[in-house]
């Protein structure tokens, strides 16, 4: 199986320490009690930094539960592997990892509340997903220019159709995907969007 890369911003370390410990203390607060538990102030007692610090690099809390979820599902990078099943597969593995790591599913069902709320938070919560689709939109249209994804596939439909499969099992059914169900979900949409044999 290919190696699937989750990017990382490059900062300086005392910085990347902070956003490190930020990051980490919301991921385990999520965890443990669930999204009411993530304040500012909690955040803070649980990294060991000042709320001036978090309110400079995240000026609300949606910023922050964002940037939190980013760390845990946040843009890939899959290489061209010359075939489009293989990299949807690799998509879905990464993402299958993700999800399984504890707190996830309270995160994702937070961000899906806060992106209802309208205003900045929903702006950004529709970036991160702007994001975060990207390299699944990036597939797709490479397998349209090799010729294993039908031409004139509306790739934004496709890559919906990626991403729900998984998200419904997580935070509506409450059950952990896993590799049967991936690959469940790779063969279903091969056949739905590949070209003709």
Aim: charged letters at 25%; aromatic letters at 4%.
């Amino acid at each position: 199986m290919a190696e699937v890369r989750v990017e990382r911003r490059p900062g300086r370390p005392r910085e990347e320490r902070v956003t490190g410990a930020v990051l980490s203390a919301v991921l385990d607060l999520v965890a443990e009690q669930g999204l009411g538990a993530v304040t500012m102030d909690a955040v803070a007692a649980r990294a060991g930094v000042s709320k001036p610090a978090i309110y400079r690099r995240w000026p609300g809390k949606h910023d922050l539960l964002i940037a939190a979820a980013e760390t845990r599902i946040g843009t890939l990078s899959v290489p061209d592997l010359g075939d489009f099943r293989a990299e949807l597969r690799a998509v879905l593995d990464a993402r299958l990892q993700a999800y399984r790591m504890p707190g996830t599913v309270q995160l994702l069902a937070g961000l899906i509340a806060a992106s209802q709320e309208g205003g900045e938070a929903q702006g950004a919560y529709r970036r991160y997903v702007t994001r975060i689709m990207g390299e699944t939109r990036k597939v797709l249209e490479r397998g349209i220019a090799r010729g294993d994804v039908r031409a004139g596939v509306d790739v934004r439909a496709a890559a919906t159709l990626v991403a729900a499969p998984m998200i419904f099992r997580l935070v509506i059914e409450q059950e952990l995907p896993d590799e049967p169900f991936a690959a469940e979900v790779t063969d279903m949409i091969a056949r739905a969007v590949g070209a003709p044999a």
